[in-house]
């Protein structure tokens, strides 16, 4: 389960906890198999999120627009335009 997903980036937004430092392996395989469908993962410690909220949507909003025009780069490139972008 994704904690956050933005589907018209394909943009994912994980905030993990203490649990996360035992499965580290887990966490990178599955960021390794969302890439490879064609989503960006960013992820950030609940500490973060807490302690630093205007940085951490500062980060997401940068990492939106990102994934946004390469999704839309990669549309126009592949010639559909019917995908959301």
């Given amino acids: ?3 956050f997903y933005c589907p018209s980036c394909k943009l994912v937004v994980e905030v993990d906890g203490a649990v996360h430092e035992q499965q580290a392996e887990y966490d ?3 960021t390794e198999q969302l890439n ?3 989503y960006t993962v960013i992820r950030f410690r609940n500490e973060e999120v807490f302690t630093a909220l205007p ?3 500062e ?3 940068a ?3 990102e994934a946004r025009e390469a999704n839309s780069a ?3 490139q592949d010639g559909d ?3 959301p972008g």
Avoid: K, N, P, W
Wanted: net charge positive; aromatic share 4%.
């Fill in 36 to 38: 490879a469908y064609g």
């Fill in 1 to 3: 389960m994704l904690d």
């Fill in 81 to 83: 335009t019917t995908r």
């Fill in 63 to 65: 990492a939106a627009a």
């Fill in 74 to 76: 990669g549309a126009s």
């Fill in 55 to 57: 940085s951490v949507l």
């Fill in 28 to 30: 990178q395989a599955r």
């Fill in 59 to 61: 980060r997401i909003l």
